[in-house]
């Protein structure tokens, strides 16, 4: 119990931010009640992904339970979709985007010297990955418009 | 002082890593770095730096980054000790688990993006499916090559996918954002947040060269994030604009696959394959340091 309420006003917290940030993201244009409701929304789905992760005894992370639940909640076939999505559209991601990266950078704050190895090594890696993906794509695609004759 | 020392003590005590109690002084602080650090992102705001037929974008999360980074004990938290008492060893131990919690809550944003599109993905073709496991191809690539270039557990993180939100979440949770896998993880996301416009406008275009048909290629658009969809697709209509509005439909709808089944494609395929080749192809790497 005390480790979910810790959880709850950690996820408050970090949506503190979030919407301050979120205001200074669309220039004070933001709907502030709704984004208050709507943090709150998420907030209370992230913790519960957290407490379903620690009482399921399956591999999955906390993650993609948070990510699975948002699905659920928000296909057309569920009641509370339209509700949902009104107050959770209020903050786009980009500020969430913003603050997890200051959070990142932080938490790699004690370990500088292992990303001065990365280096340059890391955008080659990064432009194979991005042309791998791409092309295992194409590929796989090509074959299968094929097979279907539609090309 | 005094304070830090009170924290020090008690720390082998406390088995919950969000526990208030006696750390509020730390909590505070780290929201605080991390609140003005986006802040000043937030107001240097997006920049294009335009580039031949793209651009390389930053966005305000980088600088927001950067910053933070600079910020740390390790940069310049060593020279002014001003800094360390603003952000220590307990600020950056707490903004592991707190980066977490702000994970889920873009996981759960994540999710909720993808719902309302639920319908349209059911009623896709076969093609637009299945290449989706080609978004794999990364990991038979790139990680034999960030191996062969002597990155360890780091190469692992880097190539597992594509890198998106989705991926920084689960390897996140699973290795933590500060492990090796962590970091080649934030190493991809990163090139991709800076570079990944550019490239990807260069791979539409390029992409026509190797026979591929548009349409296939159009599905390739997609595997990435949206703006990465937004280049390609573009490049790729200019260089064949009889086929302009089938190129976008397909790209767009790709796009939307990627973001519904990405999470999942990486956590049950993506991480149990790379770390099957990983554990393969492990002595390339000691043949690497050894270089």
Known sequence: MSRTLNELKAAIMCSVVIILIAIMNTHGKLNLADAIVGMLMISLVAVISLRIKAAIPLQLP??????????LITTPWCPISGVFLKYTNVVTMAPIGTVILAAAGVSIGTKLDQVKKLSWKIILVSLVVFCGTFFGSAIIAHFILKMQGII | MSENSININEKPKVVDDLATTGRWSSFIKLFAVIGITSGIGETIGKVTIPVGMGAIIILPMVFAMLIAVALTPDAFGKKISALKSLCGIEEVNLASPIMMIILLILGVKLGASAGPKLPQLIAA??????????????????????????????????????????????????YGMSSPEGMGTMGTYMVGNLFGTIFFGLL????????LHPYALAMACGVGSATMMTASSQSLAMSVPEMADEIFAFAATSNTFSSVDGLYMTLFIGIPIANTIYKKLSWLTKKGEAK
Do not use: H, K, Y
């Not at chain 1, 906390?62 to 699905?71: K, N, R």
């Not at chain 2, 990991?139 to 939100?165: D, H, K, N, Q, Y």
């Not at chain 2, 539409?204 to 026979?211: F, N």
């Open chain 1, 62 to 71: 906390a993650f993609a339970w948070a990510s699975l639940l948002g699905l």
């Open chain 2, 125 to 174: 073709g076969p093609a637009l499916v299945l290449q989706e496991f080609g978004n794999l191809g990364t990991i038979f690539i790139g990680l034999p090559l960030a191996m062969m270039l002597g990155m360890g557990r780091e190469g692992f993180g880097a190539t597992v996918s594509i890198c998106r939100e989705d991926t920084l979440g689960l390897i996140g949770e699973r």
């Open chain 2, 204 to 211: 539409g275009t390029l992409g026509l060269l190797t026979g």
